[in-house]
């Protein structure tokens, strides 16, 4: 499951990037220490680049998820289903 979103939002975020890429050619992309830097031209639409920013982010949060069993993954969704359930129960069964 995890890896199909990722494939879906990588396709999403590729062909935005392509998109955008193709708006502002004189995109720059450096390396400086431990960062990586990327110029853009002001008109590249915010919106936009905001979903690659948000993806960029995802990706570095789940860099070293390859440690972590589909087990342990699917333990944690079904704790974060069953208090979200807690919770929310009364306000959605009358």
Known sequence: MVVTVEVEIGIFIAVNFLYLFDRACAMIIERKDNEVIIRLPGNVDIDDLQEMVNY???KELTSNMNEVSQEEVDELASDVNKNWWAKNRD????
């Open 56 to 58: 960029a982010r995802y």
């Open 91 to 94: 306000r959605l069964i009358k």
